[in-house]
C-alpha cells in the first residue's frame, strides 16, 4: 500500500533534504576535487569532508527512521502464573501450551512443536523479511531468514537449542559498460547473543517494497529487520519460568538466550 497523494510532512521534510544533500553534496565535492587539481589542497579536503558528513547526516535521518517503525512491532507477552523452581518443572505439555499460546497474527515469528524421538521439537521461526527497491540505474533486494530449533527433555526438564540465520541479497545496475548483476546467500548455524540484521532504504514512491509480518506494502522507505532476541527472550522467559533449565546452566550460556 503507498502512502497516498497527501505526504506526511515527515515524508515532505525527507524528500526535500534528500535533494538538498543530494545537488549541493554533488556541488561541494566537485569544488573539492577542483580545488584540490588546482592545488588548494585544505580548501578541497575541507570541501569534499563537508559533503560526505552531509551524506552521512542523511544515511542516519534514514536509519532512525526505520528504526522507530520497527520498534511498534507487537511484543509476546510472556503468560502470568507462578513461578517454578528447577525443583519442581512443569510438564512438558504445560510448557509447549504456554509456547504456543504466545502466538499472535501481529507477532514477526511463529512459534510451533511438534513430538520428536527425544521429546518435543519446538521451533521459533521468523516470519519474511524482505525488501525491494528500484532506482534510476540500480535494482536491489534484500531478504533475511531466522529459525531456532529448542529440543524438549521431558524426563529432565531440560532443553538444548540451536539457530539458523540466512541473508540473501541482489543487486542490478546499469551503467556504461551494460548492465549488470551479482546475488549472494549465507546460511549460518549455531547461536546468537544481542545480534541484529537490518537495512533501511529510501526513494522515489512507489519503488520501495516491503514484505514483512503484515504482508506486502509498496511506499517512498522500507526497513527490514531480523533481532533474534525479540523471540528468544520470551521463550526462555517461559521455559525458566516453568523451571526448565538447558543442561548446562551458566552465566555464559545465558548470554545466548538474549
Excluded: C
Excluded at 60 to 78: C, D, I, S
Excluded at 227 to 237: E, I, R, S, W
Amino acid at each position: 500500500m503507498s502512502d497516498g497523494p497527501n505526504p506526511s510532512p515527515g515524508q515532505r521534510f525527507a524528500v526535500i533534504s534528500r535533494q538538498v544533500v543530494f545537488v549541493v553534496g554533488s556541488a561541494l565535492l566537485v569544488a573539492g576535487v577542483l580545488a584540490i587539481v588546482n592545488d588548494q589542497v585544505v580548501l578541497g579536503v575541507a570541501l569534499v569532508v563537508v559533503a560526505a558528513l552531509a551524506v552521512i547526516w542523511r544515511g542516519l535521518l534514514t536509519v532512525r527512521r526505520g528504526q522507530r517503525a520497527l520498534a511498534e512491532r507487537k511484543r509476546a507477552e510472556v503468560p502470568d502464573g507462578p513461578v517454578r523452581g528447577a525443583d519442581a518443572p512443569a510438564p512438558v505439555e504445560e510448557v509447549v501450551a504456554a509456547l504456543v499460546g504466545m502466538n499472535s497474527a501481529e507477532l514477526p515469528y511463529q512459534i510451533d512443536a511438534a513430538q520428536s524421538a527425544d521429546g518435543v521439537r519446538v521451533d521459533v521461526q521468523w516470519k519474511h523479511e524482505e525488501l525491494r527497491w528500484q532506482t534510476l540505474f540500480v535494482r536491489g533486494s534484500q531478504a533475511y531468514a531466522w529459525r531456532m530449533e529448542v529440543d524438549l527433555d521431558p524426563s529432565k526438564a531440560r532443553y538444548t537449542f540451536v539457530e539458523h540465520s540466512g541473508t540473501a541479497a541482489v543487486r542490478a545496475a546499469a551503467g556504461p559498460l551494460g548492465a549488470q548483476a551479482y546475488g549472494t546467500w549465507t546460511w549460518k548455524k549455531g547461536k546468537t547473543s544481542g545480534g541484529t540484521s537490518a537495512t533501511f532504504v529510501e526513494g522515489a514512491d512507489g519503488q520501495v517494497t516491503v514484505t514483512g509480518p503484515a504482508g506486502p506494502r509498496t511506499s517512498w522507505e522500507g526497513a527490514v529487520m531480523i533481532k533474534p532476541a525479540d523471540a528468544k527472550v520470551p521463550v526462555f522467559t517461559v521455559l525458566r519460568n516453568n523451571g526448565w533449565r538447558p543442561r548446562r546452566d551458566w552465566a555464559g550460556a545465558r548470554q545466548f538466550e538474549k
